[in-house]
T-cell receptor, first 112, second 115 residues
Framework: GENVEQHPSTLSVQEGDSAVIKCTYSDSASNYFPWYKQELGKRPQLIID?????GEKKDQRIAVTLNKTAKHFSLHITETQPEDSAVYFC???????????FGTGTRLTVIP | NAGVMQNPRHLVRRRGQEARLRCSPMKGHSHVYWYRQLPEEGLKFMVY????????ESGMPKERFSAEFPKEGPSILRIQQVVRGDSAAYFC?????????????FGPGTRLTVL
């Protein structure tokens, strides 16, 4: 099955700086890669996703890049704000699978 | 348009009791997924259901756990004879029955504590 690894496990940045979270996946057939933000005690919230026919996608301060050859994808948050502080999860899904395979999460802290 | 609903939000059970967790998908969604999250860990897939059908239960423990999604009413994840290791947050997600099936939206979760 698919195996998703995520780094770093914790990340602290100053407010206004950028944050980058990286994930690798094992199944070259995987074709869908969402990112979820989870605040303490809350539900995972879909913030952005990308399909394998696209190399990059941007939504305001958030962008995701995908390198199919290297089998890795990254989340970029620019101009970070304290409210960006949360745990971020990457995930991957292959065409034959019914579920998402999640990374272990990155705890992002934005220091005011 | 209401999002995915789960209840109860918190559930406390003693060892050996049964736990019943409910999930109502978003309106128009006919696919339901259950995931388990242990503290400080990612989400692990348990089971995928459509109305009246279990499609994939490859992540579900073979014993004590069962799931259903009846024609009417919410999906239910049932844990019999709970043990302390069952303590976790259980999240349900739903997706639409179209090509956008990959996009899953999560409920607020049920936090199960086994004493």
């Amino acid at each position: 099955g698919e195996n998703v690894e995520q780094h770093p496990s914790t990340l602290s940045v100053q407010e206004g700086d950028s944050a980058v979270i990286k994930c690798t996946y094992s199944d070259s057939a995987s074709n869908y890669f969402p990112w979820y933000k989870q605040e303490l005690g809350k539900r995972p919230q879909l913030i952005i996703d990308i399909r394998s026919n696209v190399g990059e996608k941007k939504d305001q301060r958030i962008a995701v890049t995908l390198n199919k050859t290297a089998k890795h994808f990254s989340l970029h948050i620019t101009e970070t704000q304290p409210e960006d502080s949360a745990v971020y999860f990457c995930a991957a899904r292959s065409p034959g699978a019914n579920n998402l395979f999640f990374g272990t999460g990155t705890r992002l802290t934005v220091i005011p | 348009n209401a999002g995915v609903m789960q209840n109860p939000r918190h559930l406390v059970r003693r060892r050996g009791q049964e736990a019943r967790l409910r999930c109502s998908p978003m309106k128009g969604h006919s696919h339901v997924y259950w995931y388990r999250q242990l503290p400080e860990e990612g989400l692990k897939f348990m089971v995928y259901l459509q109305k009246e059908n279990i499609i994939d239960e490859s992540g579900m423990p073979k014993e004590r756990f069962s799931a259903e999604f009846p024609k009417e009413g919410p999906s239910i994840l049932r844990i019999q004879q709970v043990v302390r290791g069952d303590s976790a947050a259980y999240f349900c997600a739903s997706s639409p029955p179209t090509s956008g099936r990959a996009r899953q939206f999560f409920g607020p979760g049920t936090r199960l504590t086994v004493l």
